[in-house]
């Protein structure tokens, strides 16, 4: 599929506010690609794609629920794959396979994985999960240091973003991913 309809499909199955983010995250995640020397075409794609199951999950997860169920099989030791406000990640994945026909798997993966990280994540994933954490509308504290360590050092990045979406979680009482606090400590030890 090409991006022009990949963005008209996307257009029209996304809320025009996640639409929009999107579109930013696609901006971002090529910027940080051409720093990071990644395949411009292939980022775009992954960062369009990167939400594509959000706010439809229940239509997607009735639609393709032999699949997630062998996806569940493949990640039986994921906690996070419980957590409803993670599960647009995963359908993602199949969502970008089956009806947008990407079988490129580091694709695949970066949409998986925008949310929560994983432990030994490439450089074109850090870039997909630094880019919908960065885009030009997020207005957090600390955004604005992420962004800059995201052009200089995307570990570095991923740490400080991780170190404030932890915080944020528990001074909300929020679930924290698993996957999230071994990606950080991970990276604590080369950072």
Request: glycine share 4%; proline share 1%.
């Amino acid at each position: 599929m090409k991006v022009k309809e990949i963005e008209n499909n996307l257009s029209k199955m996304l809320k025009k506010t996640r639409y929009e983010h999107v579109l930013r995250v696609r901006d971002k995640a090529i910027e940080l690609a051409k720093l990071h020397n990644q395949d411009v075409k292939k980022i775009e794609l992954a960062a369009l794609l990167h939400d594509c199951a959000k706010n439809n999950e229940e239509m997607y997860l009735d639609k393709y629920n032999e699949e997630f169920k062998n996806l569940r099989k493949l990640r039986a030791n994921n906690p996070d794959m419980e957590n409803p406000k993670l599960l647009h990640c995963y359908l993602g994945r199949i969502v970008a396979n089956k009806e947008y026909d990407v079988d490129d798997e580091e694709i695949l993966d970066a949409i998986e994985f925008h949310t929560t990280g994983r432990i030994n994540m490439t450089d074109f994933e850090k870039i997909i999960y630094l880019a919908d954490k960065t885009e030009d509308k997020r207005d957090y504290d600390g955004v604005q240091e992420i962004r800059k360590l995201s052009k200089i050092n995307l570990n570095k990045a991923i740490v400080k973003s991780l170190d404030d979406t932890i915080k944020y979680l528990i001074e909300g009482g929020r679930e924290i991913s698993i996957a999230s606090v071994k990606v950080r400590n991970n990276l604590l030890k080369g950072v």
